[in-house]
């Protein structure tokens, strides 16, 4: 057979080569005649000893991940361990053992289905990306109800590419040291399994449909999770690649880790400020063990998606508590509520609003939202950041809240100082109405990933990404840093693009004061500036600004970008 690829999406980036595992293939119970009723009491035992013996392993796995520090995945699998308990689940399985007859195996993997059907269908993608958790649990107990072990690589191994229909986050959990890459025929980019394999460096490419079941076991695949494609039985070219561009990769890790304590300068003496981007503990501190000069943009909205109403004062405190304690000394910028768009939660389920309109709406939450931040940040830079912003009235507004709670927690006996706020420009509109934002303004941070697609007129949840360094998002960039700059406040840029090699060269060249990027690209993003000349980033940021289309500023950047690659 010859080499073929797969196209998919990349989920985890990175280039792992390897032996194909299939996750999903063996030990799993068939249908077979109907349990005799006599017998069918002891098969409801066998099936609920099985889902309990699989909420167990993965709260062991929990357990493991918490003593590594690594709480918020941990938290991911422990609300899995709780799905396996669910009475809906247990209910759903007595009833077709009991009245069916259907045996164990066979009744764990149809009430599962139907309890992850309704989730899929849920109009929330949060919530609907929870359904791979719950099949994912399903595998693991029906396994374990024929007696089976949960399936485990060869630890011996070295490189194992795991393909599976879905996993959830507790397999790739469970899968690491011995997996080097997974690939995957559903699954979603934002699904937590996703998010677990980035944070691991694992390389996943998910959505490559039926076909990639239909692999054997054993076969040679090559798994490119920044360009989201499989090559099954690649040849020894492609093979050499791959090695080649892992262990550049690998290389490339150490080195940013070896080099963290260094200062982010160009090589012609230019500095660009180099921070993380967080929404729990776990990303602050995998930013810093990389280098990042504190946190430039936290995600507080992320820990609040499945709420029911707006978070209090106290959730607010408990969410933020475990970072702030590790960023005693370091800037952290706190972006508030986030709430609309794909960031929905059922309670404001169909609201055409989303960041500051929302929270102008309900004062009290973003009341709460503040004294919680100011009361919680002791010892820490405190920076206050407004999503959405799109005129300088909203900024305003905020300010005297913020100015309110200030007061009131002075009164309580605390003595925070005003911390700088600061709008996000993530709306073209506030590109426009930059210079007026500007001049109430204490920062400004730019938002490639809304303000691209809101410019380009692509939708955030299409697979297809909105280019950053398109002419037109550029000029959008470029007028508020030139804003920012007249008024003497810092602009940053924290969208996903800040961390792409083609892009950021621009960015730096547009003379942006800082990049904020998410935490496992700190260390890659501080060496980049390290090996690029601001004057030619400039040379190449002028150029692209003159251009007329995506493909002249590809040309006028590629030679740049090409610089920065690993060696
Ligand atoms: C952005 O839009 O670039 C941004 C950083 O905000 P978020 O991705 O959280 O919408
Ligand atoms: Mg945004």
């Known amino acids: 057979m010859a080499a073929r690829a797969l196209r ?5 980036p990175g280039i792992a080569a390897g032996k194909v595992h299939q996750l999903d293939g063996a030990q799993i119970e068939t249908p077979g005649a109907p349990v005799p009723p006599p017998g069918r009491a002891a098969e409801l035992k066998r099936a609920s000893g099985a889902l309990e013996e699989a909420a167990l392993e993965v709260e062991r796995l929990s357990a493991r991940l918490e003593s590594e520090g690594r709480t918020e995945e941990a938290e991911i699998l422990a609300t899995g361990a709780m799905m396996a308990r669910d009475p809906q689940l247990a209910t759903g399985v007595a009833e077709l053992i009991l009245q069916r007859g259907l045996n164990a195996g066979t009744a764990i993997a149809e009430a599962i289905e139907t309890h992850a059907a309704a989730l899929a269908a849920l109009d929330e993608p949060m919530l609907a990306s929870r359904a791979d958790d719950v099949r994912s649990l399903g595998r693991r107990a029906m396994r374990l109800a024929v007696g089976g072990v949960v399936d485990t690589v060869d630890l011996d191994s070295d490189d194992v ?9 507790a397999d790739v959990a469970e899968l690491r040291p011995a997996v080097k890459g997974l690939a995957l025929a559903g699954g979603g980019v934002t699904a937590h399994a996703a998010i677990v394999a980035r944070s691991l460096g694992l390389p996943m490419v998910v959505g490559l449909g039926e076909d990639i079941l239909a692999v054997p076991e054993g076969e040679a695949l090559i798994v490119d999770g920044s360009s989201g494609v499989v090559e099954i039985r690649p040849g020894r070219d492609s093979l050499d690649r ?3 561009a892992s262990e550049r990769r690998a290389r490339a890790m150490d080195r940013a880790v070896a080099e963290k304590d260094l200062s982010t300068v160009t090589t012609d003496g230019h500095p660009v400020l180099v921070r993380g981007n967080a929404s729990g503990a776990a990303e602050v501190a ?28 106290e959730q607010h405190r408990q969410a933020l ?6 960023l005693r000394g370091s800037v952290a910028t706190v972006r508030l509520l986030d709430f609309g768009g794909d960031k929905t939660p059922p309670f404001l389920e169909g609201t055409p609003l989303r960041g ?23 010892g820490v830079q405190l920076r206050i950041l407004v999503p959405m912003i799109t005129e300088p009235a909203q900024l305003r507004a905020v300010r005297d809240v913020l100015q309110r709670c200030l007061a009131e927690v002075h009164a309580a006996g605390l003595a925070p100082p005003m911390p700088p706020l600061g709008a996000m420009v993530e709306v073209p509109a506030a590109a426009t109405m930059a210079p007026e934002i500007a001049a109430v303004a204490d920062f400004l941070s730019v938002g490639t990933n809304d303000l691209s697609q809101l410019q380009l007129g692509i939708e955030r949840s299409a697979s ?13 960039v470029d007028m508020a840093v030139r804003a920012g700059h007249q008024r003497g406040i810092s602009v940053s840029l924290c969208g996903e693009s800040a961390s792409d090699r083609l892009v950021m060269p621009l960015f730096v060249g547009l003379g942006v004061d800082e990049l904020s990027v998410g935490a496992s690209r700190v260390g890659a993003v501080r060496g980049w500036l390290r090996r690029l000349s601001y004057a030619a980033a400039r040379d190449a940021a002028t150029a692209a600004l003159c251009a007329s289309s995506l493909e ?7 030679p740049l970008a090409r610089l920065l690659e690993p060696v």
Not at 553 to 558: H, L, Q, S
């Open 286 to 313: 995998a930013a810093l063990g990389w280098g990042a000069d504190g946190i430039g943009l936290f995600r507080t909205e992320l820990a609040f998606l499945d709420a029911a109403a707006w978070p209090t004062h």
């Open 161 to 169: 590419i795991v393909i599976a229909r879905e996993l959830g986050p």
């Open 242 to 244: 791959a090695g080649v």
């Open 321 to 326: 508590a475990p970072a702030f304690a590790l």
């Open 8 to 12: 998919g999406v990349g989920a985890a």
């Open 552 to 558: 002249e500023v590809d040309g006028v950047v590629e």
């Open 356 to 378: 500051v309109q929302l929270l102008l709406e309900a004062p009290q939450a973003l009341k709460a939202q503040l004294a919680a931040i100011l009361e919680v940040a002791a």
């Open 464 to 476: 297809r990404r909105a280019a950053a360094h398109h002419p037109a998002v550029l000029r959008l």
